[in-house]
């Protein structure tokens, strides 16, 4: 792996774990121990990981975070210049995902240099396989804006996205994060909540997006978290006319269905919220 066997520099990404060491592959560790530069968002857990792995790693090792990356990019390019292995780790998961690494990437590409990846574990895919919901086709979004505005006001622009969707969130936002989930996605959104994947206390928590707020509200759950949220259901060309909705669910009550589910059913159906239909039905 050492540039000495080639002489041509290139990036590793380095797929770390989400937190069970178990799940790092022999291509971690052989990256590990023959780079010759380890870029690491932070040094102390790349010590603790090469710990764990019975690892030792014998090239430099620099940080490379968000505050930083900026900064030391072009001194990486150089390293790369030089006919240096450069192997980017991040605290978990794939690097440039929500992470750093793109900035190193793209500027090693304009140079000139190779990119490649020891591919590991993803929260990413990993919550979406676990949460229940269609992982057919879906959407990544990373991290929402961090203020209440801004954060609500993209969210509207996703309300109706019919791919299932893929957020990370910070545990002192997640409550508020799911509060604006289901104010402009709706209450009945079904939802998943991952959080700690692969970890010792790992918790999936699946339900609708207002139960999911009401939850975190109620626990204040920490760790690192991940949230998966259903597509949007299809919406018919037109809205029903209110008297529609209501022999709508007036059929389904004579067929036998309870009125809560079949007021959900019609809702479901044409893609409108349930309270709205629940207000008509109640003449509210």
């Known amino acids: 792996m050492a540039a000495a066997e080639n002489g041509s520099g290139r990036v590793v990404l380095v797929g770390a774990p989400l937190g069970n060491v178990g799940d790092a592959s022999a291509r971690l560790r052989e ?55 450069v192997a980017v780790v991040t605290d978990g998961g794939m690097p440039s995902v929500s992470d750093p690494g793109y900035r190193l990437v793209r500027a090693a590409l304009d140079a000139g240099f190779p990119v490649t990846a020891a591919p590991g574990p993803s929260a990413v895919t990993t919550a979406l396989a676990l949460s229940g919901l269609p992982s057919d086709r879906f959407v990544f979004e990373g991290f929402l804006p961090r203020t209440g505005s801004h954060r609500r006001s993209r969210l509207r ?22 509060d604006d989930l289901a104010s402009t996605f709706g209450d009945e959104r079904p939802a998943a909540v991952c959080r700690e994947l ?74 409108i919220r349930k309270r709205e239909v629940y207000a008509l039905v109640h003449g509210q």
């Open 31 to 85: 990256v590990l121990s023959t780079a010759d530069v380890v870029a690491a968002e932070d040094t102390r857990r790349l010590a603790r990981l090469a710990r764990d792995l019975d690892v030792t790693v014998t090239g430099r090792v620099v940080s490379y975070f968000e505050g930083n990356d900026e900064r030391r990019t072009p001194e990486l390019v150089e390293a790369l210049a030089g006919g240096a292995v």
């Open 198 to 271: 692969t970890k010792t206390y790992e918790e999936i928590r699946r339900d609708t997006a207002a139960e999911l707020a009401a939850w975190a509200r109620r626990e204040e759950p920490r760790g690192e978290i991940t949230v998966v949220v259903g597509g949007a259901p299809p919406r018919p060309a037109e809205r029903p006319a209110d008297d529609d909705l209501r022999a709508a669910v007036a059929e389904r009550e004579a067929a036998g269905v309870s009125r809560r589910d079949a007021i959900q059913a019609v809702a479901d159906e044409y893609g």
């Open 157 to 178: 622009e996703l309300a109706t996205e019919p791919r299932t969707l893929v957020f990370f969130e910070a545990p002192h936002r997640i409550a508020g994060m799911l």
